[in-house]
């Protein structure tokens, strides 16, 4: 069980959402999975994923936390790992995939530190090793989230930006962050007003 | 109707997968919905929002698009605005909100640039603004994705972090990211392991 779901419930739920039952997220559902049971009493936490890749998508399809309502932040620093915390204390568990615990699962091993090409990799048996290693190739460890992760900045009053003529966080200065490092968009005549 | 749905049953959606109707997500669901009206034919998009606040759940309820499986990105420029684009070429709409168009919709107008206090606010005026509005309080323009945005750097291989032991992107340097810049916990006794 992952949560309240069959594995193979969870499966179809991933490939619902993610495109495909991608192994990350597949992991990932475990590794949520067992920051609950560890966790002293159910409740409501926050989460903080490491990595963009994978990791998001399972805290969103297992947990009241997504990108959109704040209770999921994401900061990339290349590890798998996630975090479900009091957002009061920061206290919570944190649970990573453990380099030291894959020595019995080759497959497992050979996806997460990318040992085999993509091309190379046995798709099944992968899936299979993940379905029985669980939460095994885990470790979890207490911890607290430091305050500038927990500290959400108060909205603040809006402006309009002289440049672009559109809303922003008047805390952001003259002109807002869009315009003040203007680089999401390339310049150019593509840029041009659509009728609807 | 919002892409194939109902508003109704948007809305469900909504509450379903942010935990409530809120009106950032509804709105954005107008956004979504006009964005794919505006593209020359169905095709697969990958997307960008200005904004993690409410968006980033309008796009991942009505689009292939997630955080974790790396089709929809999010740059905090504090805009309420977002982008579908081919993913190749960069070449996609672009839809915001557009305060020009906020007149005839006090109640919107007051909610968008934070003119009412929250306790204030008139939930139930507000959501029947949004579903009459739809698309009139927005401005769509042609855009072209910067190629920053575009490029998704190649993972390349993995090491083994010497300070924490876990895995990291090599590229990263002599130690991970979280090593690096260790700011993600506090530190202290707290941070002790769990058997499981």
Redesign the interface.
């Known amino acids: 069980m992952i949560r309240s779901y069959t594995y193979e419930k969870f499966v179809e739920m991933v490939k619902k959402?993610?495109?495909y039952a991608?192994p990350?997220?597949i992991i990932?559902g475990f590794m949520v999975d067992?920051a609950y049971?560890?966790l002293s009493e159910e409740g409501l936490f926050d989460a903080?994923c490491?990595t963009?890749?994978?990791?998001?998508?399972?805290v969103?399809i297992l947990t009241?936390c997504?990108?959109?309502?704040?209770w999921l932040t994401?900061?990339?620093?290349?590890?798998?790992?996630l975090t479900l915390y009091d957002k009061r204390t920061?206290?919570g568990?944190?649970v990573?995939?453990?380099?030291?615990r894959l020595e019995n699962w080759p497959e497992i091993k050979a996806w997460?530190?990318?040992l085999t090409p993509k091309g190379e990799q046995d798709e099944k048996r992968l899936q299979e090793e993940i379905e029985k290693a669980q939460?095994s190739i885990?470790?979890?460890?207490?911890?607290?989230?430091?305050?500038?992760?927990l500290k959400k900045s108060p909205?603040g009053?809006?402006a309009?930006?002289p440049r672009?003529?559109?809303?922003?966080?008047a805390a952001?200065g003259p002109v807002?962050?869009?315009c003040a490092?203007d680089?999401?968009?390339?310049p150019?005549p593509?840029?041009?007003?659509?009728e609807?």
């Not at 963009?52 to 399972?58: G, R, S």
């Not at 997504?66 to 704040?70: A, D, K, R, S, V």
């Not at 593509?190 to 659509?194: K, L, N, P, Q």
């Open positions: 959402f993610h495109g991608a990350g997220v990932g067992l049971r560890s903080l490491e963009p890749k994978c990791l998001p998508d399972a969103q009241p997504t990108i959109g309502n704040g994401v900061v990339n620093v290349g590890r798998f790992a920061g206290e568990v944190r990573f995939v453990d380099p030291q997460f530190l990318k939460g885990m470790s979890i460890r207490r911890v607290k989230v430091a305050r500038r992760i909205r009053g809006f309009i930006c672009c003529g559109e809303a922003y966080p952001d807002c962050l869009g490092d680089s999401l968009y390339e150019g593509h840029e041009v007003g659509v609807h």
